[in-house]
């Protein structure tokens, strides 16, 4: 049962991530969501787009604790973590 709290959780932050992402593409950019993608990788800027998406899970994390879902905020907490990882690989490589 805590495992699948836990996914539940994970994957709820990597969708809140993957919108967050989406609704600044959408909001903030004149380009398409493809060019604004394309553009972000030609001008390195891949990191600083995930990391603007990820503001969501500030939501997701505090609306689970607030209603004492503990380990699907654990889940939110993991898929935050995978983020910040992957704008690491970003900004390195």
């Known amino acids: 049962m805590n495992k699948k709290e836990i996914l539940i959780g994970f994957v709820t932050g990597i969708i809140a991530n993957t919108i967050g992402t989406l609704l600044y593409i959408i909001i903030f950019s004149d380009l398409s969501i493809k060019e604004t993608y394309l553009a972000a990788v030609s001008q390195g800027h891949v990191g ?20 004492k879902r503990d380990l699907r905020a654990r889940g939110v907490l993991i898929a935050t973590l995978l983020t910040a990882l ?3 690989y970003y900004k390195i490589f």
Do not use: H
Request: glycine fraction near 8%.
């Open 86 to 88: 992957l704008i690491m």
């Open 48 to 67: 600083s787009l995930l990391a603007l998406g990820a503001v969501l899970n500030l939501a997701a994390f505090f609306g689970f604790l607030k209603i």
